[in-house]
T-cell receptor, first 113, second 114 residues
Framework: ETGVTQSPTHLIKTRGQQVTLRCSSQ?????VSWYQQALGQGPQFIFQ???????GRGNFPPRFSGLQFPNYSSELNVNALELDDSALYLC????????????FGQGTRLTVV | AQKITQTQPGMFVQEKEAVTLDCTYD???????LFWYKQPSSGEMIFLIY??????QNATEGRYSLNFQKARKSANLVISASQLGDSAMYFC???????????FGKGTRLSVIA
């Protein structure tokens, strides 16, 4: 098991609501990346945080936002939820510049009804 | 833009046999890294093996080896002596540097049969 913990593990929300997902990074890691994995697909990059600032963003609308805290943990916020937001959300922590050292959490499975 | 293609949606292998999972990639970057991850039903992505584009030798990690053919832009994963616990989704991924995000393929579901 890695030291990356995501909460909650499962979540059901109604269309139009807002959701916050949380990720604690591996000890010693300073970078957190978030990915969305729709059913039957590979993960898609949402954004990355380093030193509490967003550093790179994939093709996701502004209603997907995030935060990184001084202890390197991170949050993913999604506003105005849509049915297509239903997916497994994965966070990965790493040291800046070392993708080979990335560890993933077990994910948060979000269902929007 | 980078792209990963995994053409095998599902594969079956007999326990104790070897299996090859295919991965082709496309990139214009001269320096890049190729990754393989295992995703059990629990959802966590488990890192298996890494190959750098300038590595001269194919990467190996225990029962996992990566058959890297740069000219063909392929990075196939070979699992030797398959075990029932190897049943999972397997994803090939790449990044152009240590800071850039991983680009994943659609994955291959491997089922190991007793």
């Amino acid at each position: 098991e890695t030291g990356v913990t995501q909460s909650p593990t499962h979540l059901i929300k109604t269309r139009g609501q807002q959701v916050t997902l949380r990720c604690s990074s591996q000890s010693g890691h300073n970078t957190v990346s978030w990915y969305q994995q729709a059913l039957g697909q590979g993960p898609q990059f949402i954004f990355q945080y380093y030193r509490e600032e967003e550093n790179g963003r994939g093709n996701f609308p502004p209603r997907f936002s995030g935060l990184q805290f001084p202890n390197y943990s991170s949050e993913l916020n999604v506003n105005a939820l849509e049915l297509d937001d239903s997916a497994l959300y994965l966070c990965a922590s790493s040291l800046w510049g070392l993708n080979t050292d990335a560890f993933f959490g077990q994910g948060t499975r979000l269902t929007v009804v | 833009a980078q792209k990963i293609t995994q053409t095998q949606p599902g594969m079956f292998v007999q326990e104790k046999e070897a299996v090859t999972l295919d991965c082709t990639y496309d990139t214009s970057d001269p320096s890049y890294g190729l990754f393989w991850y295992k995703q059990p039903s629990s959802g966590e992505m488990i890192f298996l093996i890494y190959q750098g584009s300038y590595d001269q030798q194919n990467a190996t990690e225990g029962r996992y080896s990566l058959n890297f053919q740069k000219a063909r832009k392929s990075a196939n994963l070979v699992i030797s002596a398959s075990q029932l616990g190897d049943s999972a989704m397997y994803f090939c991924a790449m990044s152009s540097s240590g800071n850039t995000p991983l680009v994943f393929g659609k994955g291959t579901r491997l089922s190991v049969i007793a």
